[in-house]
């Protein structure tokens, strides 16, 4: 993202939603006390002996008028280039007055060592005199949109001379500068005060409430009347310009777009920027950078660790965040770039989130297809639904039923048979086997020789685990003569199972290293199931008291004698099931009491 967003800014995509990003945030600039616009509106056109133009005569009046309420500086943002009538009375007003700006106006060619050329500049009427200082009126159009948003705060006119804006010539006049204007590689300097500039020597401007709407605009017709409260005028910089709409000096502006802004309220804008020190400054485009790498890093870890509902919070912040934070550094004069750590945002955290979904499916894809080869693909996905499957494979101790089922006779038998016999048989054997066991939901652990391993409550625990595995050696033992007809019919012999059945705790887990790993359960539990197996007989199903006294509807069975188990020095109560009706449980079985019988010593 960080490259593509240097490619992106490198190439100035999307700056013209930057731009207009930007504008947003405006009006942004304090109001200076010290600026006032007089204006030549409807009220001015419409009065008799005024009009639209201002006779030069009534323009000296307005001069007088506001030399008499203590106007600092007077700038006309109107050329008066051509003698007319009218130019005595002006030219005495002008020679009256203290500080006066007139307009010149410049046709601005290309930029040469970063400054504007003009190839055409207007002069001020020779019937004017000279005593007053001028400055160009050009505003930057913004070619893409229309919307003037900075001023060439200096030109370079054909002879060489550096012409400062009506604004800086303003400023100049007010802080009683005359001395050259020089031109810095990143600003203007004028005096002691630098003024930061963006190429070409252009002023980004910085607008101000009062000044971005013509509602504060004092009448030209009624300072001529001598109306306007001296406090208005006194000590300011009061810019005069064209008000009304119909006299067609008018600019888009960022402020309002619907309504288009007086050029004069730009010029005023300009230098209350530059009163008030609120100069804009566009960020480097490194530190932009910066911002959407350290933004794609924070989303894309969040939503790749949090929870979903968490990163999707924590993305809302930190975008939230860096916009409070771009608007207070607005206010302190940085404009942040709002698109492409906007785009970094949405991207990482859509890119994050199909990342995680992807490596998510396919983690729960490999941990089904791993658990579908032990337990029926419902349980499997049951374990990555409910989020076990990291349990399972770590290991957890378990209550569960363990069952193994063994041929007899099966070592003796395959001396005689050839080894495609033996496979056929084997195979059919263990495929009719597990069907039976992933029917029950039960987990198929391992084929041992001729032997099947099965256990119920793991991976996935459940509470009739006794009542399952019981019901599927019951179901295997009746499967027994339908399974020998297919034997036959495929060339192989009968045969007949011995299971057992035991119930408690016991570890289940992925055991092994390196390239093999397998699920499996350890315990004494599963010890003493296999030693049940190796004794039960053809088609005898032998289980533990453990089991029989938590399945609800036990079957017929009966004891077993005294049965030697390798590896368990206890005597256990077992039981053998049988299939005669006749046959009754023990009292304590069929009350729930039957233990597990460990003689002392």
């Known amino acids: 993202m960080t490259t593509l967003a240097a490619i992106g800014l490198n190439a100035n995509v999307f700056a013209g939603f930057q731009r207009r990003a930007t504008d947003a945030l405006f009006p942004a600039a304090p109001d200076d006390p010290r600026v006032a616009v007089v204006g030549f509106d409807r009220k001015t056109i419409d009065t008799p002996g005024l009009g639209n133009p201002l006779p030069r005569a009534q323009v000296g009046r307005l001069i007088d008028q506001l030399h008499a309420d203590g106007a600092r500086v007077i700038v006309f943002d109107v050329i008066y280039s051509s003698e007319k009538d009218g130019d005595v009375q002006m030219r005495e007003a002008l020679d009256g007055a203290d500080d006066v700006v007139l307009g010149r106006e410049a046709k601005l060619g290309p930029s040469q060592d970063g400054v504007y050329t003009t190839t055409a500049i207007t002069g001020v009427a020779r019937d004017l005199g000279t005593r007053y200082a001028t400055g160009h009126v050009q505003v930057n159009k913004d070619p893409s949109d229309g919307v003037s948003r900075s001023i060439p705060l200096v030109v370079e006119a054909p002879d060489g001379e550096f012409v400062p804006s009506l604004s800086l010539a303003a400023l100049m006049?007010?802080?009683?500068?005359?001395?050259?204007?020089?031109?810095?590689?990143?600003?203007?300097?004028?005096?002691?005060?630098?003024?930061?500039?963006?190429?070409?020597?252009?002023?980004?401007?910085?607008?101000?409430?009062?000044?971005?709407?013509?509602?504060?605009?004092?009448?030209?017709?009624?300072?001529?009347?001598?109306?306007?409260?001296?406090?208005?005028?006194?000590?300011?910089?009061?810019?005069?310009?064209?008000?009304?709409?119909?006299?067609?000096?008018?600019?888009?502006?960022?402020v309002n777009k619907s309504t288009d802004l007086p050029g004069v309220m730009f010029h005023a804008n300009a230098v209350n920027t530059m009163l008030t020190g609120t100069y804009l400054s566009p960020v480097p485009d490194a530190q932009t950078l910066l911002w959407v790498a350290a933004l794609t890093a924070l989303i894309g870890t969040a939503v790749l660790l949090l929870p979903l509902w968490m990163s999707v919070l924590?993305?809302?912040?930190?975008?939230?965040?860096?916009?409070?934070?771009?608007?207070?550094?607005?206010?302190?004069?940085?404009?942040?770039?709002?698109?492409?750590?906007?785009?970094?945002?949405?991207?990482?955290?859509?890119?994050?989130?199909?990342?995680?979904?992807?490596?998510?499916?396919?983690?729960?894809?490999?941990?089904?297809?791993?658990?579908?080869?032990?337990?029926?693909?419902?349980?499997?996905?049951?374990?990555?639904?409910?989020?076990?499957?990291?349990?399972?494979?770590?290991?957890?101790?378990?209550?569960?039923?363990?069952?193994?089922?063994?041929?007899?006779?099966?070592?003796?038998?395959?001396?005689?048979?050839?080894?495609?016999?033996?496979?056929?048989?084997?195979?059919?054997?263990?495929?009719?086997?597990?069907?039976?066991?992933?029917?029950?939901?039960?987990?198929?652990?391992?084929?041992?020789?001729?032997?099947?391993?099965?256990?119920?409550?793991?991976?996935?625990?459940?509470?009739?685990?006794?009542?399952?595995?019981?019901?599927?050696?019951?179901?295997?033992?009746?499967?027994?003569?339908?399974?020998?007809?297919?034997?036959?019919?495929?060339?192989?012999?009968?045969?007949?199972?011995g299971i057992g059945l035991n119930t408690g705790e016991a570890v289940a887990a992925h055991f092994g290293g390196g390239r093999r790993r397998q699920y499996d359960v350890v315990g004494d539990t599963v010890n003493i199931g296999a030693r049940l197996c190796s004794a039960a007989g053809r088609g005898e199903i032998i289980l533990s008291d453990q089991v029989l006294i938590r399945v609800p509807s036990p079957p017929p069975v009966e004891p077993v004698g005294r049965i030697e188990l390798k590896g368990v020095s206890r005597e256990l109560s077992l039981w053998r099931v049988v299939a005669r009706e006749s046959a009754t449980l023990p009292a304590s079985v069929a009350t729930g009491d039957a233990a597990l019988r460990v003689p002392e010593g």
Not at 366 to 371: C, G, I, Q, Y
């Open 173 to 254: 006049r007010y802080r009683g500068l005359d001395g050259p204007v020089t031109v810095r590689p990143d600003g203007v300097q004028i005096g002691d005060r630098f003024v930061p500039t963006v190429a070409p020597k252009s002023m980004l401007l910085n607008f101000a409430p009062k000044l971005s709407d013509t509602s504060h605009v004092i009448s030209a017709a009624d300072v001529i009347a001598g109306t306007v409260p001296k406090r208005k005028i006194d000590g300011k910089i009061v810019f005069i310009g064209a008000i009304d709409s119909t006299l067609g000096d008018v600019k888009t502006a960022p």
């Open 314 to 497: 924590f993305t809302f912040l930190l975008g939230g965040g860096y916009v409070v934070f771009a608007f207070t550094r607005f206010n302190n004069g940085q404009i942040l770039n709002f698109v492409y750590p906007s785009i970094a945002v949405i991207v990482a955290f859509i890119g994050a989130l199909a990342l995680r979904y992807f490596g998510e499916t396919r983690q729960r894809r490999r941990v089904t297809a791993l658990f579908s080869q032990y337990v029926p693909e419902t349980v499997a996905q049951r374990l990555v639904d409910e989020d076990r499957a990291s349990l399972a494979v770590e290991g957890e101790r378990l209550d569960m039923t363990v069952l193994f089922c063994d041929l007899r006779g099966f070592t003796a038998l395959s001396e005689s048979l050839s080894p495609a016999t033996v496979r056929v048989m084997l195979n059919h054997y263990y495929d009719r086997v597990t069907e039976v066991v992933l029917s029950m939901r039960g987990t198929l652990m391992k084929y041992v020789g001729d032997e099947v391993f099965a256990v119920w409550g793991a991976p996935l625990p459940s509470t009739d685990h006794p009542q399952r595995a019981l019901e599927c050696a019951m179901e295997i033992q009746a499967l027994t003569p339908e399974l020998n007809r297919e034997l036959l019919e495929l060339g192989a012999p009968e045969v007949s199972f």
